[in-house]
């Protein structure tokens, strides 16, 4: 979370604030642990009761205003206000009961998705992927220990989660140092082989860091992230996947998968969306094979001239995010060294990595000028738009960008990056009615 808010902030942001990175994530990590420590003791101090009733204070507000959000917006308004009052209420309903339920919901959550990130990593390889397997074995650990210590499951959670975040804050500080008067944030959050299997030359850091420095925005022209759902670019009805179907791939009825598509357009000026120049095979009893981030599957790529003529030639997206605030600048200079490698990879260097990574290139400093104000800071520190985002990026590095995860990672950035103009107090249901119907009059 933190390394996508000093993106968005910009490189100048980094320069003079980083050292306070250093403080607020010792402080934070000290903090969760104290949370964590205080319920092994079996007289827990955390307050649990009064926890619960401002979550469930925060969750009302947030679906009361919810339906007044714009577009991806209120799908993730929704999404927490309906998570945050779950939890709210299984806390306030009863504390012993509460806390053996909690534990159970934390425990299999954490669970599933320590089991998926280190099978995932095993089965495709990235760079540094045992130490993915390490940290999915961390969260699967952590599971059995919310299973047998169910004494105060909220605390536990509350503090893991703080220790986790602090130690991630300190190491975001150590990167930032590297930061100097003519580097780019992008390149410091930036996997490692985003240009294919090797790290960015000096001279094309040089190149991408003098352009990024240039004025942000561009009048006239929308950033679009085009989408190719699973579901929606299979040619026949896929079976029925929910989750699968939404994030990895979709089968149809003759077993041919479909894995979507995703590209972004700057219309009239660019379009990023990159194709394996000759058909990969997707059987699957290759599946499997070509799933590995290994540069024995890196094949020759192609990158498409316009969306108009990839829609004519297939279908058109069925999803699209679009942005209005944009650096155009820092993206166009990722866009002139990216397309120089016709490199692609299957869950290392594919469509969607590659628009996740030109939307990254795309959005840095464009929130330089709310960076101005500490209030105004710690309230994007505080979106929740911007922890959704952090952790669909940091499920697709574990794993694998795909079409469904740019898809969430775009809204939420969307969210973070076009805020809605009203406070919530002025957004509940009776005053938004009210100003429509007063809008109405005067007309």
């Known amino acids: 979370m933190v390394q996508i808010a000093l993106l968005l902030f910009g490189a100048e942001f980094v320069r003079t604030k980083s050292k306070y990175l250093w403080f607020i994530g010792l402080l934070w990590g000290t903090l969760g642990a104290l949370v964590f420590f205080d319920g092994l003791d079996g007289q827990l101090y955390f307050p649990l009761k009064t926890f619960g009733f401002l979550l469930m204070i925060e969750s009302i507000v947030t679906l ?176 029925s996947r929910p989750v699968i179907n939404r994030y990895i791939a979709a089968v149809d009825e003759d077993g041919v998968i479909s894995t979507g598509h995703a590209a972004l357009e700057v219309p009239s000026l660019l379009y990023i969306s990159l194709y394996p120049a000759e058909d990969i095979d997707r059987s699957p009893s290759e599946f499997f094979r070509v799933l590995k981030a290994t540069q024995d599957n890196d094949v020759k790529g192609s990158f498409q001239p316009s969306y108009e003529t990839e829609a004519a030639d297939w279908c058109h997206s069925d999803r699209q995010v679009i942005f209005t605030n944009y650096n155009i600048a820092s993206l166009s200079a990722f866009w002139q060294i990216y397309s120089r490698h016709e490199i692609y990879n299957l869950t290392y260097r594919n469509c969607s990595s590659s628009v996740a990574y030109a939307l990254e290139a795309a959005l840095e400093g464009v929130l330089s000028s709310r960076s101005k104000s500490w209030a105004h800071t710690l309230k994007i520190f505080f979106m929740p738009e911007l922890w959704i985002a952090s952790q669909v990026r940091k499920r697709a590095l574990m794993m694998a960008w795909t079409p469904g995860l740019v898809m969430d990672y775009a809204r939420a950035l969307s969210a973070v990056v076009h805020p809605v103009a009203l406070p919530w107090s002025q957004r509940m249901p009776w005053k938004w009615r009210y100003s429509h119907q007063q809008g109405r009059a005067g007309k």
């Open 64 to 239: 009361s205003v919810a339906s007044s959000g714009a577009g991806a917006q209120k799908a993730v308004l929704y999404f927490k206000g309906v998570t945050f009052l779950f939890c709210a209420l299984v806390i306030v309903i009863n504390q012993k009961y509460s806390n053996l339920l909690l534990s159970v919901m934390f425990g299999f959550s954490f669970f599933i998705i320590g089991l998926f990130v280190g099978v995932s990593a095993w089965v495709v390889r990235y760079p540094r992927w045992q130490l993915n397997i390490f940290y999915g074995l961390v969260q699967m650990f952590f599971a059995f220990f919310l299973f047998i210590h169910n004494q105060a499951a909220v605390s536990f959670f509350l503090g893991f989660l703080m220790a986790g975040s602090g130690l991630n804050c300190l190491f975001t500080a150590g990167r930032a140092r590297r930061i100097r008067h003519a580097s780019s944030v992008f390149q410091l959050i930036q996997p490692q082989g985003t240009l294919g299997h090797r790290e960015w030359t000096l001279e094309e850091s040089a190149a991408l860091a003098a352009l990024a420095e240039k004025q942000t925005g561009l009048s006239g022209n929308m950033l679009i992230v085009h989408i190719w759902t699973p579901e929606g670019s299979a040619e026949h009805t896929p079976v």
